[in-house]
């Protein structure tokens, strides 16, 4: 692919050889001529000044003093990311449905669609146009599936569960089981029966052996374009915004609301109907405690979550210890003495 093709897909504008052609895409370290890569922040720029890249995708404000081959965008990263996938496109099942698929006669199934090997679809089920279904992959009764979303080898969704368009489950997920939902009666406990549903909006992702629970009663809600990391719990009745981002292994209560933009790093736990408002951050390994409000904006860090800043001064007042210590120990000995000469 000639880059001033390139340049015109991303709508953008290019210097140098628009008639170049890249096979390729590759970091700048180790990208060669017939390559691309992109130059994302100011470390960036120092690397490619030794980059054998063939073309660079850079910033609008990109000093080209050397006249290189270059596509200018606002946002080289995001750019990038484009251009991985004209070079390197999801590979697709064939349309069709595998002879070993076990499908309910009444399943509305739109135009190419591809179901694999062991998939099995529940009653009343609906597969929007060219949906994917990975192989040993179970749908439940009433299923709604998208267009164009692929679920991938063992994915499970439960009855009465929807998944929006362009979505990617990756294996293991498991949508719509119950909810930890349980009662102490008497020396015992009972089951609350988990009677609600999950419903997930287009542009979701979500990763590996990651669960979201059905509500109790009501709707356990995914917005659009949220992406989740492998191995994340999304408890009964939780509800998150548009564009949430969780990190790996990170774990929410039942009726935790996160809003739009929010970031959430890997192994964060959150606890019952706390709400983390919109484009607030929470650091690696942070823990939320029940019903707790983070503000929007905010960047919160440790167990119990607290403003970044109060933490970086305790831990800086922490480092100051040993010193402290050594002084008081000197402060003692000379008052020791002090009490010694009185006598």
């Known amino acids: 692919m000639r880059v001033r093709e390139i340049a015109e897909w991303l709508g953008a504008t290019y210097e140098g050889d628009g008639e170049r052609e890249l096979s390729g895409v590759a970091a700048l370290d180790s990208a060669g001529a017939a ?10 720029v120092v690397q490619a000044e030794r980059s054998a890249a063939g073309c660079l995708i850079v910033p609008l404000n990109f000093n080209n003093e050397k006249q290189r081959t270059v596509i200018r965008v606002q946002d080289p990263r995001g750019a990038f990311a484009r251009v991985v996938h004209l070079f390197h496109p999801a590979p697709r099942l064939s349309a069709g449905i595998h002879p070993t698929a076990v499908i309910a006669e009444d399943v509305e199934l739109g135009a190419e669609v591809a179901i694999g090997p062991y998939v099995s679809i529940g009653a009343g089920s609906r597969l929007g146009d060219r949906v994917q279904i990975g192989a040993g992959s ?33 294996s293991g997920c498991v949508i719509g089981a119950d909810g930890f939902g349980f009662v102490l009666s008497g020396d015992k406990y009972e089951k609350f029966p988990q009677v609600g549903r999950v419903e997930i909006g287009d542009d979701v992702e979500i990763g590996a ?11 356990t809600w995914i917005s659009d374009g949220v992406k989740l990391d492998n191995l994340v719990h999304v408890g009964h009745n939780c509800r998150l915004g ?18 739009d933009y ?7 736990g959150v606890g019952d109907k706390a709400r983390i408002e919109s484009r607030a951050v929470l650091g690696s390994g942070c823990g939320v405690l029940t019903s707790k409000v983070i503000r929007s904006g905010e960047v919160v860090w440790g167990t119990p979550a607290r403003p970044l800043k109060e ?11 040993p010193a402290l210590r050594q002084e008081v120990a000197e402060l003692k000995a000379q008052l020791a003495q002090l009490m010694e000469e009185r006598r």
């Open 138 to 170: 179970v749908l439940g009764q009433r299923v709604a599936i998208g267009a164009d979303t692929v679920l991938h080898a063992r994915v499970t969704i439960y009855d009465d569960c929807s998944v929006g368009k362009r979505g990617v489950l990756h």
């Open 35 to 44: 390559e691309i890569s992109f130059v994302g922040n100011r470390k960036a």
């Open 242 to 259: 548009k564009h949430v981002v969780v990190a790996a292994q990170t774990g929410f209560s039942g009726g935790v609301v996160v809003e």
């Open 262 to 268: 929010a970031v959430i790093g890997g192994q964060v």
């Open 311 to 321: 933490i970086l001064e305790q831990l800086a007042n922490l480092a100051r210890l």
């Open 209 to 219: 052996n990651s669960c979201i629970d059905r509500a109790a009663l009501g709707v």
